[in-house]
């Protein structure tokens, strides 16, 4: 995973401001990845079904210590 903080090279920043977007950005390593494509199409199968959008949810915006409650509880 690539580590947190970790800046944009100057060729990102030239794509962000010529394309609006950058793009990839390694959110986890290849195998972990892989390790949790594993674990959902295994929750698939055992569920019968693949998820749908009644799976989508935010489990961040509800963390008591995540970017939310950090916003609105500061230290």
Do not use: C, W
Not at 6 to 20: A, F, N, P, S, V
Not at 38 to 60: D, I, S, V, W, Y
């Amino acid at each position: 995973m690539a580590p947190k903080g970790k800046r944009l090279t100057e060729e990102q920043i030239e794509r962000y401001h010529r394309d609006g977007f950058v793009h990839p950005i390694e959110a986890f390593a290849a195998e972990e990845a892989r390790r949790y494509r594993r674990a959902m199409e295994e929750f698939e199968a055992a569920q019968g079904r693949e998820l749908g959008k009644e799976h989508n949810f935010k489990p961040h915006s509800t963390s008591r210590s995540g970017p939310r409650t950090r916003a609105t509880r500061p230290m």
